[in-house]
């Protein structure tokens, strides 16, 4: 892999129903274990690539905060178990989650925001692609309870009033979308939004009452959402499933509009090693609830014949979400003094 994100793989099938299979026990956020991230102690969030550039890890100082909420890592077969959520105190599931997606994608927060990352008992890769939807419901339900109860306690012991910046990827964002409706979409708590980063995930302009779509990069109070594909390739059943109304928001021009962006825009990404790419490295453009890139400007790309870049959604745009996110929340607070 180009990108060291492991948050695919081929897919794997659980035979029995939600009712037959095991639930582990839910995490206990009063102990930091059960944390992913968090500014208190030390994490993977707390990274920044190994390129010498001037980058600092800023979270002592910051702020705002950065509520993130990782992707499905859990895609192997269960060992001895029809298990369809994670158990969060699976080391080696754990290891998994600091060294792909806290690594690569909460990192990018640490220049602006102060990252709080619930450890939860994810749903199975396959709760996304089994016909039997009633099982796949329940999972994702144990996973959003877990979600739910992280952020309460969040808000009752760290947040203490401060901006809060929700960011998610793939599972974290099916959540993330579904928090932002239970505690900010027109309720008090959405004064303290400074953005939502919901990518990886289908969301239609018009999915929130009161929040709206980000269509310039300093707006704040808003989401943004992109998912990226290889130029000229439409996803199976993008127009009969009506993915072409998604929102698709350009991570190079922070709009909406379907103007091409030249690689000269790309700030860099990171690559294999947590290492920063030079600039340019891709190109982008929303094409009808997508986002078109074309070759990627790095060793070996000639060999690369990827047509969906989920993988890569926040790898490949890195530098430009780090300096964005600092936008919008400079924005934020100059609009509250």
Known sequence: LIFSLSLLAQKSFISQK???????????????????????????????????????DNQANAQADVFFLHP???????AGKNVWNADVNDAEMNKNVDYSTILNQASVFNGSCKIYAPRYRQAHLQAFYTSDT????????????????SFEYYLENYNQNRPIVIAAHSQGTV??????????????????????????????????????PGISAGQTGCFVNWRTYKKDYIPEDHYQLAYNKNLSVNPLTWDT?????????????????FKLTKTAVVDAQNHEGLLWIGKIDIPGSSFIKNKNWHRADYNL??????????LRIENYLKSIR
């Open 134 to 149: 009633a099982t796949a419901r329940k999972a994702f339900e144990v996973a959003y309870a877990d979600i739910k109860a």
């Open 18 to 56: 939600f009712e037959q299979s095991y639930t582990p026990p839910p995490p206990d956020y009063t102990n930091p274990n059960y944390w992913a991230a968090l500014p208190s102690k030390r994490d993977e969030a707390d990274s920044l690539p190994k390129n010498k550039i001037q980058l600092a």
């Open 317 to 326: 745009f890195w530098m430009n979400i780090r300096e964005n996110v600092a």
């Open 257 to 273: 509009t379907a103007v091409y962006a030249d690689r000269k825009l790309n700030k860099g990404g990171v690559g294999l090693g």
């Open 72 to 78: 499905t890592i859990f895609i192997e077969k269960s």
């Open 175 to 212: 959540h993330a979308k579904r928090l932002l409706k239970e505690f900010f979409d027109g309720k008090p708590l959405q004064k303290q939004l400074v953005a939502a980063y919901l990518v990886g995930i289908v969301t239609p302009p018009n999915f929130f009452e009161n929040i709206p």
